[in-house]
């Protein structure tokens, strides 16, 4: 059974950068999209990124695009989520999520397994 466990997550200011990664155990992850999503206080959890299994295709949230960059490393059994540029409306706690099948399509709607997820806060 696959376990993920993200790390990476801190207080970091305005424009500041943090590299997020998503371990697995128990089971490769090698043949699941993975995604990341984050839940800011009082609002919904929303998909921020997703990418295939051979990371063929990636896909991201409008308010992320060209700040963040999903990557992977199956033979490490970890998906990463670099961020640059950040925001204060960014902090959340961010969750790497395995997707029910290879490919993004409805990748919200197709979660399978949850981290614990990580804290990320942008302050100055």
């Known amino acids: 059974q696959l376990h993920l466990v993200e790390s990476g997550g801190g207080l970091v200011q305005p424009g500041g950068s943090l590299r997020l990664s998503c371990a697995a155990s128990g089971s490769t992850l090698a043949i699941y999209a993975i995604a990341w999503f984050r839940q800011a206080p009082g609002r919904d959890r929303e998909g921020v990124s997703c990418?295939?299994?051979?990371?063929?295709?990636?896909i991201y949230h409008d308010s992320v695009k060209g700040r963040f960059t999903i990557s992977r490393e199956n033979a490490k059994n970890t998906v990463y989520l670099q961020m640059n540029s950040l925001q204060p409306e960014d902090t959340a706690v961010y969750y790497c999520?395995?997707?029910?099948?290879?490919?993004?399509?409805?990748?919200?709607?197709?979660?399978?397994?949850w981290g614990q997820g990580t804290q990320v806060t942008v302050s100055s």
């Open positions: 990418i295939t299994n051979t990371a063929s295709y990636t």
């Open positions: 999520a395995q997707v029910g099948d290879w490919h993004c399509s409805d990748y919200t709607a197709n979660v399978h397994r």
